[in-house]
């Protein structure tokens, strides 16, 4: 019975097959030449990004075994007739992947897999670090630093997953799905929301297999990112400009109220926006500026909850409002004893709920807005659906 191997790659696309022969195992040179033919090809090449498949051309396999340039062996699968094996990942650019396949019947066949280079590589960048410990509303995101055009094939391999903190059980996926904002246009980014907050005191593995891809155009990552992050205590602020005042609730339970001043009332532009806000720095102090109300002010323990310059800060010259009226020009005022004790406990990716005011949270590029938008607004910018 005549063998033959037949390569390709998965794609979405229907593309030209052409013939492309393979070195026969010296040891049964008698055997049929095998052949290999890649979707796509460029001189033999397969395009990388996709999964790889071998076929036999006739009969059936008993057993393939492919390796990659480090000798490691690549997961795949055969298919239900044994007549065909698909990789679990795709193919790296630049990348070759060896195989010895054994027929039902007659010799066996050894082969190698070649991938087409890239056009170019690109480091992508993350906003939390391995190790960090972030708060419950903490959105992840991705700076890709060049033009993702293949978005759904990219965010089809980009994996979030969960686990109690402490656990050594299995990871579970994360309920919740990512969106492409244009927060470095024309370079793509890519934020992970879940649908409800994170559940406090959580393990969180991201799985970015980056280097693995085509983004389009042949351009691929420098490298994959897998790192872990944990999600600490729940810690949520309630604020409410009509009450002038803030509630910090920790773990479910009232911890403390404080008094406050938010944005002046009459003035839309001087309103506090009125969303989910969420922690993203603080400063001990920081020199605060702006031309269109002239003024730079140093202020004290300042906990930046947007990044559309609005703050949880120390004014000592509004204290007799705080509680009683808002006068600011957006941000939430404390007293300096309540600022400092508010800044000792916020970290990054706290949710600050803002109600009360006229003005709200909305999508501009100069305003996180993750947790404004409804689950079907972020859905609606994911590329998978």
Same mark, same amino acid.
């Given at each position: 019975?005549?063998l033959g191997?037949?390569?390709?790659?998965?794609? @979405?696309?229907n593309?030209?097959?052409? %013939?492309?022969?393979?070195? %026969?195992?010296?040891a049964t040179?008698?055997a049929?030449t &095998?052949?290999m +033919?890649?979707?796509g090809?460029?001189?033999?090449?397969?395009?990388?990004?996709? %999964?790889v498949?071998?076929?036999?051309?006739?009969g059936?396999?008993?057993?393939?075994?492919?390796?990659?340039g480090?000798?490691?062996?690549?997961p795949?699968?055969? +298919?239900?007739?044994?007549?065909?094996?698909?990789s $679990?990942d795709p193919i790296?650019?630049? *990348?070759?992947w060896?195989w010895?396949?054994? &027929?039902?019947?007659?010799?066996?066949?050894?082969?190698?897999t070649?991938?087409?280079?890239?056009?170019?590589?690109?480091?992508a960048?993350?906003?939390? =670090?391995a =190790?960090?410990? !972030?708060?419950?509303?903490?959105p992840?995101?991705?700076?890709?630093?060049?033009?993702?055009?293949? /978005?759904? =094939?990219?965010q089809?391999?980009l994996?979030?997953m969960?686990?109690?903190?402490g656990?050594?059980?299995?990871?579970?996926?994360?309920q919740? *799905?990512w969106?492409?904002?244009?927060?470095?246009? &024309?370079?793509?980014t890519?934020?992970? @929301?879940?649908k409800v907050?994170?559940?406090?005191?959580?393990?969180?593995?991201?799985a970015?297999?980056?280097a693995?891809l085509?983004?389009?155009?042949?351009t691929t990552?420098?490298q994959?990112?897998?790192?872990?992050?944990n999600?600490?205590?729940?810690?949520i !602020?309630?604020a409410?400009?009509?009450t002038?005042?803030?509630?910090?609730?920790?773990? =479910?339970a009232?911890? !403390?109220?404080?008094?406050?001043s938010?944005?002046?009332d009459?003035?839309?532009?001087?309103?506090?926006?009125?969303?989910?806000?969420?922690?993203?720095?603080k400063?001990?102090n920081?020199?605060?500026?702006?031309?269109?109300?002239?003024?730079s002010?140093?202020e004290?323990?300042?906990?930046?909850?947007?990044?559309?310059g609005?703050?949880?800060?120390?004014?000592? /010259? *509004?204290?007799?409002?705080?509680?009683?009226a808002?006068v600011?020009?957006?941000?939430?005022?404390l007293s300096?004893?309540?600022?400092?004790?508010?800044?000792?406990?916020?970290?990054?990716g706290d &949710?600050?709920e803002? *109600?009360?005011?006229? $003005?709200?949270?909305?999508?501009s590029? $100069?305003?996180?807005?993750?947790?404004?938008?409804s689950?079907?607004?972020?859905?609606?910018?994911?590329?998978?659906h």
């Amino acid at each position: 019975m005549a063998l033959g191997m037949v390569a390709g790659c998965s794609t @979405r696309q229907n593309q030209a097959i052409g %013939p492309t022969k393979l070195l %026969p195992d010296a040891a049964t040179s008698t055997a049929a030449t &095998p052949v290999m +033919s890649a979707a796509g090809a460029q001189g033999g090449q397969v395009p990388f990004g996709q %999964p790889v498949t071998l076929s036999v051309d006739k009969g059936s396999l008993s057993k393939i075994t492919v390796t990659d340039g480090s000798g490691a062996a690549v997961p795949g699968s055969m +298919s239900r007739g044994h007549t065909s094996w698909v990789s $679990t990942d795709p193919i790296p650019a630049g *990348t070759a992947w060896s195989w010895i396949a054994v &027929p039902d019947s007659g010799p066996s066949i050894k082969g190698v897999t070649t991938s087409t280079p890239a056009a170019q590589m690109v480091r992508a960048t993350a906003n939390i =670090g391995a =190790g960090r410990v !972030v708060g419950v509303a903490a959105p992840i995101i991705v700076n890709f630093g060049a033009k993702v055009i293949n /978005e759904a =094939g990219v965010q089809n391999h980009l994996k979030v997953m969960i686990r109690p903190d402490g656990s050594t059980g299995a990871w579970k996926p994360a309920q919740g *799905t990512w969106a492409w904002l244009p927060d470095n246009a &024309p370079n793509s980014t890519a934020h992970f @929301r879940t649908k409800v907050y994170w559940p406090a005191n959580s393990e969180v593995r991201v799985a970015l297999p980056l280097a693995d891809l085509d983004w389009g155009n042949g351009t691929t990552g420098a490298q994959n990112l897998d790192w872990t992050f944990n999600i600490g205590r729940s810690q949520i !602020v309630e604020a409410n400009a009509k009450t002038h005042a803030i509630v910090i609730y920790r773990n =479910g339970a009232k911890v !403390v109220t404080y008094p406050a001043s938010y944005g002046l009332d009459s003035q839309l532009n001087r309103n506090t926006r009125s969303g989910i806000n969420i922690v993203t720095d603080k400063y001990q102090n920081i020199r605060m500026k702006s031309e269109l109300f002239h003024y730079s002010l140093m202020e004290h323990w300042a906990v930046r909850i947007n990044d559309n310059g609005e703050f949880i800060h120390a004014n000592p /010259e *509004t204290v007799q409002f705080q509680g009683k009226a808002n006068v600011s020009h957006g941000c939430i005022n404390l007293s300096t004893a309540n600022a400092k004790a508010y800044f000792a406990t916020a970290i990054y990716g706290d &949710p600050v709920e803002v *109600t009360g005011t006229r $003005t709200k949270l909305s999508d501009s590029r $100069t305003q996180l807005y993750d947790w404004a938008l409804s689950w079907k607004q972020w859905t609606a910018m994911s590329a998978v659906h």
